[in-house]
């Protein structure tokens, strides 16, 4: 097991006097020390308006804003002339949508979504089929929780122009399989617009040889801080699409009456970027790779193990989402037998444990399993066997709490 | 925070056992409260008969915090006059901000028993979700 508790002081002073057992990765994780004192390092010494000024000050920013997102680029396999900057994924996410949705949609033409899509990941696509006339169908799993060859076959249809899908649930935790998606995506001659926010904390991600046309992600789910974030695009789609948000340094010329674009990815970067947010988002790619993809994956794979095996010997306890600890990457979710997930949060939290309890922003996928609500927790490569062994201690007592027999 | 304060007795019995879980016939008014950020809904329905509440009963699905929270609120209110079921919905939310004197609490009977919610700001909403749907109801 790796021990980098050390880089993440947040982790050594917890709400209630212990330290802090943070199990909720899955909607942001927490900042090393790395990745703070490189964003401290760019406001010190590097910091003014990239792309605006001749001075010497406003290159060195110019310098590294572009190093920054050739390096982010890199991480996920993409050229840094197909990496847009956004703030989350979810920015990412309604740019492909009203850019690309709006403007190559049509009426009768199919969007095609998995019902255990992020709100993000879907409601903009309701949207566009709204005003564009668009249909918008969904895939479902089977009764483990995965996404069979069979409903993709049933699907993917010649109508079908858009597949949107996360790479891992934020729900299920199951790794989808990208790559029957996209084959059978382009066959008929649909886009792939692929939700990394899940998979990228995780998991090598290369778009390239996933072959997916859009891929999304967030920084600050990994160790990065929150308000950055990337969309990659297929360099032909990008340069096809009109911009979403217009404005400063997204022209290559400004008349009265008209404006032509910058290239892309500039053309969707309108006003002045995060470049602190992207210099801790490349600062957090160099420390996940100074850890190591194999070191971080058997880490976090052992806890999924340790966790499921103890979830397992709890009959209180229903985890949603089949598969293996090696199907599965992060999350966790599961319900305690006749107690609400808000009060097993409230309840764990007393013991210094944090886990996230409601829809998950994935409210058609808690209609689906027939639940309103669960619980969830998940991993990051600084939790350890005895925060596992903490959460599963203190996940005991919870129905004691409530008056009810454990 | 202390869970035994919060998940006292009276909490956790009247989350799962309330005798108001149920639909009431010939309702006057019925309203649906949902809290968005964690889906959680509640559905209240009053029988109102010559300015006072006859009867009242709550459908949804939530926490202990707020099923406990409408059941409750359901006990104080039925058979009170509707200016005083207003003046109780006032007591309570007060209550869960801290401005709320002891006399004020004894009128909240054990509704009062919600008041350490103001301690813990995450669930304030689970307890005031059937409070606000009334007072919406009721205006």
């Known amino acids: 097991m790796i021990d980098v508790r050390k880089d993440f002081p947040i982790l050594q002073a917890g709400e209630n006097g212990a330290p ?7 909607a942001t994780t927490q900042k090393p020390v790395q990745v703070l004192d490189a964003i401290r390092d760019y406001y010190l010494r590097d910091n003014a308006n990239p792309h605006r000024g001749v001075y010497e000050l406003a290159q060195r920013a110019t310098d590294v804003h572009e190093d920054s997102r050739a390096r982010i680029a890199k991480f996920i396999g993409a050229d840094a002339s197909e990496l847009v900057f956004t703030q989350n994924s979810s920015e990412a996410l309604n740019l492909v949508a009203y850019s690309y949705g709006l403007n190559f ?12 899509e ?12 709204q005003q564009t006339g668009a249909v918008l169908q969904y895939l479902y799993p089977d009764e483990n929780g995965y996404l069979t060859e069979a409903e993709l076959d049933k699907k993917i249809t010649a109508r079908t122009r858009v597949v949107a899908v996360a790479q891992v649930s934020n729900v299920l935790g199951l790794i989808t399989p990208v790559k029957a998606i996209v084959e059978k995506a382009h066959r008929v001659g649909a886009v792939v617009m692929l939700d990394c926010a899940q998979s990228v904390p995780h998991m090598p991600v290369d778009v390239k040889a996933l072959d997916v046309d859009f891929a999304a992600f967030s920084g600050h789910k990994l160790y990065a801080p929150m308000g950055i974030g990337g969309l990659y695009g297929r360099k032909e789609l990008l340069k096809s699409m009109p911009p979403f948000l217009s404005g400063g340094d997204m022209i290559s010329y400004v008349h009265e009456d008209r404006a032509a674009w910058a290239e892309a990815p500039r053309k969707f970067e309108a006003g002045t970027r995060n470049v602190g947010g992207e210099v801790g988002l490349a600062a957090a790619m160099d420390y996940m790779e100074s850890i190591g993809w194999e070191a971080i994956t058997a880490h976090e794979e052992a806890l999924m193990e340790q966790t499921l095996d103890g979830l397992k010997k709890l009959p209180f306890i229903t985890v949603y989402g089949g598969g293996t600890a090696k199907e599965r990457k992060g999350v966790i979710s599961f319900n305690v037998q006749d107690v609400h997930p808000h009060d097993v949060a409230t309840i764990l939290d007393a013991e210094g444990v944090a886990v996230r309890a409601g829809h998950h922003c994935a409210q058609p996928l808690m209609e689906y399993l027939g639940i309103g609500a669960c619980a969830r927790a998940s ?3 600084y939790n350890t066997q005895e925060d596992v062994e903490i959460f599963l201690n203190a996940l005991k007592s919870v129905r004691r709490w409530m008056g009810l027999e454990s | 925070m202390n869970l035994k304060d919060l998940y006292s007795q009276i909490i956790t019995e009247n989350s799962r056992n309330s ?3 149920h639909e009431v016939e010939g309702a006057t008014h019925t309203l649906e409260g949902v809290n968005p950020s964690c889906g959680d809904d509640i559905i209240l329905s009053l029988r109102v008969e010559d300015g006072v509440v006859a009867d009242g009963g709550f459908t949804g699905s939530g926490c202990a915090i707020s099923q406990a929270s409408a059941s409750l609120m359901l006990d104080l209110v039925i058979g009170r006059e509707l200016d005083t079921a207003k003046h109780l919905c006032d007591i309570f939310l007060r209550m869960i901000t801290g401005e709320v004197t002891d006399e004020e609490l004894e009128e909240l009977e054990d509704a009062a028993a919600l008041q350490g919610i103001s301690k813990i700001p995450a669930r304030v909403k689970c307890a005031v979700l059937s409070w606000h749907t009334l007072e919406e109801l009721l205006d």
Do not use: K, M, T
């Open chain 1, 118 to 129: 992020h709100h993000s990941n879907l409601v903009p696509w309701q949207r566009v089929a």
């Open chain 1, 20 to 26: 802090l057992v943070y199990l909720d990765n899955g």
């Open chain 1, 105 to 116: 949609l049509h009426a009768g033409d199919e969007i095609l979504v998995y019902v255990a």
């Open chain 1, 379 to 381: 991993f990051a490569v």
């Open chain 2, 19 to 21: 005798a108001h879980r």
